[in-house]
Nanobody
Framework: VQLQACGGGLVQAGGSLRLSCAAS????????MGWFRQAPGQEREFVAG????????AYADSVKGRFTISRDNAKNTVTLQMDSLKPEDTAVYYC???????????????WGKGTQVTVSS
């Protein structure tokens, strides 16, 4: 499974960005999907997750109410809509796929290359 994230960029605080993750797999619906981020000098952290059917969602407390994860299994894509961005959201964002029902770092089986998100104050 190859994953490719895109949509990052530079935005002012309060602005929005939409990240997309495209998967080179016939049946993305087999996998739970997640978004993670890593800021300089920090460990990679969970941001948002969505189950294979889209029926179960999870968010880090720091992004609840501001970020929305969604998926389109027919198009093999997962999206992270990021609104009300803050400077502390600045990081490299990664999408990942898992066979598991949770989104712990160690349970993600496939990782895409990251996309940089920079939020200026």
């Amino acid at each position: 499974v190859q994953l490719q994230a895109c949509g990052g960029g530079l935005v002012q605080a309060g602005g929005s960005l939409r990240l997309s993750c495209a998967a080179s797999v016939r049946a993305l619906s087999r996998y739970g999907m997640g978004w993670f981020r890593q800021a300089p000098g920090q460990e990679r952290e969970f941001v948002a997750g969505i189950s294979w059917s889209g029926g179960r969602l999870a968010y880090a407390d720091s992004v609840k109410g501001r970020f929305t994860i969604s998926r389109d299994n027919a198009k093999n894509t997962v999206t992270l809509q990021m609104d009300s961005l803050k400077p502390e959201d600045t990081a490299v964002y990664y999408c990942a796929a898992t066979y598991s029902s949770t989104w712990r770092n160690e349970e993600m089986s496939y990782w895409g290359k990251g996309t940089q998100v920079t939020v200026s104050s």
